[in-house]
């Protein structure tokens, strides 16, 4: 693909002096964007005082986690024809000799999603040595693969906003190869020159592995293998993020991490360069361009299925200071203690091994104690008190399941559990106890060799349950804190308000008690994505005219309070069932009016109802139903069954002996993972109806790049409910910080 690339690259360099950048806003602190709306909406906000009614932040600024998914939606899709334009030098290139990095460079641009272009310059390095070989050969099974690795690896990543928002209008900015900046060497003259906004990186991995695969070829058609392994990685990272005229942030991070994992596969052979058919040329260039064309066919063409699962382990330390560019002497420190090459992993290696003997299970105070010694030396060294200085204890495992048809469709599904215990200086030590699940899915469609995804929908679930424990060892009760992502590209409008009706579906319910729903509580998705207007003259069987938008974001977060959590766990039998039932009307509301009145909780905590008149009043029996279409008394037999199970999970979290097997329970119980199986959204809209409006905080960040003509675009994040109680915004912002600041930076963050 590189070359490919490089191909497009020659006709980029071309176009480029036809074309002028565009001016554009700037972006905000956290290296993404801040996007100001106009003052009427801006009025608005100050108006909409009513702890019901949703209202319009007057500005928007997107998580890491946020970032995440957008570059993870818009990867390998059809933008432009310049999006994919990039420039590689190979180790024959030229570029500056530079002490520490190779010069394997390559330069190109992404996208916030803002749609503002980032400009990066990477640098590879790479220091591996590896073993692998054939050491079994298996009578019809073909070679059993045993690998032991070690890896130094690295990059040098620059990242720098541009002023444009397309990328052939910035193609002249790409091609001035006397421009390129490199993180190494780290001089305290060339930080102090580092532009607003810019992102320096310098993100490193040194792995320890074992491997084991063994494979099979059936018919000459299908591969078959399967693979297991083990693998210790350390994973120090250096990045500093200009963020004004006089403040420069440094974030140090490590990372110990520890996997296991074992996987299956099959996947139909690919095509020869000769069955292709390409070029019939014996010179090099021919030669190079078959493989590349080849490849990127093979790439799209095959039938592919995957399985595998992992099981993780591991220790994170993130220490970060806020220096003033202008202060020669915290430079003159800063350049000393990075020593302007790759001994900074020899620094990395040595404040992390006395983080070695705390666990999850060791009390606050002692963890304090190790964070404070170690933010300690690497604060003596840059001339400054830590703004931040924390340890993230995390474990957990994960699956995903890969399935890909050739041109047609490509579908990524994962699931995972873990836990994180994160504990920082600030807040007195105090140590967040998360419990978290998460569901991702990824479907693209009409994937096209050279052109890339035409279309795709993203999705990112997840549930968590966290506990706050004091220096002194007490923990408080369980608050619940949902976060959903949406997105897409090339879509209809009917997808597009199917999106937002994600949030919608669970914000209507919010306080309900089994009584309906409020429709004052959702996103006006017909204002943002309008329908077409209806055709009173089209046949009565014609499909609707539809309008499709190049993309859309949407982020969804709902907190409940431990109150309100405390109030779903003791929630009567009775409450539960009525809210359970009250859902159902979405999809079943004609039975359920009939038999309402019918549902009763017995001794057991059982739903039960009266058999016989429920058989009379349908006219049926429970022996037989009717000759087409399902009986309506196996949909009552199913309800009063699926409302059962649900008091069941409830009350097992509620009977849990310890708060954290408590918490474990309810994320558990959450996502799925129990009798009734309803998870993610599908549970919320049950146990939002038995928690007071007050005890629940939301919020929706919605952002459109439609491309529609005679619409205008959206960038809002709406709130909901209780936006006064400075508590919620605390426990979000302590959880969300906490879990981005230990994330993997996204390519456009620090």
Not at 405 to 432: C, F, K, M, V
């Amino acid at each position: 693909m590189g070359s490919t690339k490089s191909l497009v690259s020659v006709s980029a360099v071309l176009l480029s002096f036809a074309l002028l950048p565009v001016k554009a806003s700037a972006y905000n602190n956290d290296g993404g964007f801040a996007d100001s709306l106009s003052q009427s909406v801006s009025s608005l906000n100050e108006q909409s005082k009513s702890q019901r009614t949703p209202t319009v932040s007057t500005g928007s600024s997107i998580s890491n986690e946020l970032s995440h998914f957008w570059e993870d939606l818009k990867k390998d899709t059809f933008d432009d024809i310049c999006k994919n334009a990039e420039l590689e030098l190979n180790k024959e290139g030229k570029l500056a000799n530079i002490a520490g990095l190779g010069a394997e460079f390559k330069r190109y641009m992404k996208k916030f999603p803002n749609e503002k272009i980032a400009l990066i310059d990477e640098v590879k390095v790479s220091l591996s040595a590896a073993l692998g070989n054939d050491t079994l050969h298996l009578p019809d099974m073909g070679g059993l693969g045993v690998s032991l690795t070690g890896l130094l690896e690295g990059k040098s990543q620059v990242v720098r906003p541009l002023e444009g928002d397309r990328y052939c209008r910035e193609l002249d900015t790409l091609v001035k190869l006397y421009q390129v900046k490199t993180v190494l060497p780290l001089k305290a003259s060339r930080i102090v020159e580092m532009k607003k906004g810019e992102i320096w990186k310098l993100p490193l991995i040194l792995r320890m592995g074992f491997g084991a695969s063994i494979g099979t070829t059936i018919n000459e058609v299908l591969n078959i293998s399967l693979s297991a392994g083990k693998s210790k990685e350390s994973r120090p990272s250096v990045t500093l993020y200009r963020m004004d005229d006089n403040n420069l942030r440094l974030r140090l991070r490590i990372d110990r991490v520890e996997v296991r994992s074992v996987g299956v596969s099959a996947s139909t052979l690919e095509i020869p360069m000769a069955d292709i058919g390409l070029w019939n040329a014996e010179n090099a260039l021919a030669n190079l361009i078959n493989k590349t064309w080849a490849k990127e066919i093979n790439k799209y063409i095959a039938l592919k299925l995957s399985f595998g699962h992992s099981r993780f382990t591991g220790k994170k330390l993130l220490l970060e200071f806020v220096l003033n560019p202008n202060n020669p002497e915290q430079m003159a420190g800063l350049e000393k203690f990075l020593i302007g090459d790759f001994g900074i992993v020899k620094r990395f290696i040595e404040m992390g091994l006395r983080f070695n003997n705390f666990s999850e299970d060791d009390e606050s105070l002692s963890g304090l104690g190790e964070i404070e010694g170690v933010a300690s030396q690497a604060g003596q060294a840059v001339d400054s008190e830590s703004s931040y200085a924390g340890s993230n204890i995390y474990h957990g495992q994960s699956n995903g399941l890969h399935l890909q048809l050739p041109i047609a469709h490509t579908r990524d599904n994962s699931w995972s559990s873990s836990y994180n215990r994160y504990q920082s200086l600030d807040r007195e030590g105090q140590a967040l106890h998360v419990q978290q699940h998460s569901r991702v899915t990824s479907g693209s469609s009409m994937n096209i060799p050279f052109v890339g995804t035409t279309m795709k929908y993203d999705s990112q679930r997840n549930i968590y349950v966290v506990n706050k424990e004091d220096i002194a060892g007490a923990v408080t009760r369980p608050v619940l804190m949902y976060q959903q992502y949406e997105g897409f590209v090339k879509q209809g409008d009917g997808t597009a308000r199917y999106m937002l009706e994600k949030a919608n579906s669970v914000l209507r319910y919010v306080g309900m008690n089994g009584d309906g729903t409020d429709a004052g509580n959702v996103l006006p998705s017909a204002e943002i994505f309008p329908p077409l207007p209806f055709d009173p003259d089209a046949e009565p069987d014609a499909p609707q005219p539809a309008k499709f938008y190049k993309s859309a974001v949407m982020g969804f977060k709902l907190l409940i309070s431990d109150r309100g959590v405390e109030d779903i766990i003791f929630a009567p039998a009775q409450a539960i069932m009525k809210a359970y039932m009250n859902v159902m009307r979405e999809v079943e509301s004609v039975i359920i009016e009939k038999v309402m009145d019918l549902f009763t909780i017995n001794k057991e905590g059982k739903v039960v109802y009266d058999s016989k008149e429920v058989s009379k009043r349908f006219g049926a029996s429970f022996s037989s139903g009717p000759e087409n279409g399902t009986n309506p008394l196996d949909i009552v037999r199913t309800l009063a069954y699926t409302a059962t199970q649900i008091i069941s999970d409830i009350a097992s979290v509620k009977d849990a002996p310890t708060w954290k097997e408590q918490s474990t329970r309810l994320s558990k119980v959450a996502a799925g993972g129990s009798r009734s199986n309803l998870k993610y959204e599908d549970f919320l809209k049950v146990v939002v109806q038995l928690v007071k409006p007050g005890d629940v905080s939301a919020e929706v960040y919605v952002h459109t790049d439609k491309r529609v003509k005679g619409e205008a675009d959206v960038t809002q994040t709406y709130q909901f409910f209780n936006t006064r109680d400075n508590s919620f915004d605390n426990t979000i912002a302590e959880v969300t910080q906490a879990r981005e600041r230990f994330a993997e930076p996204s390519l456009l963050t620090d």
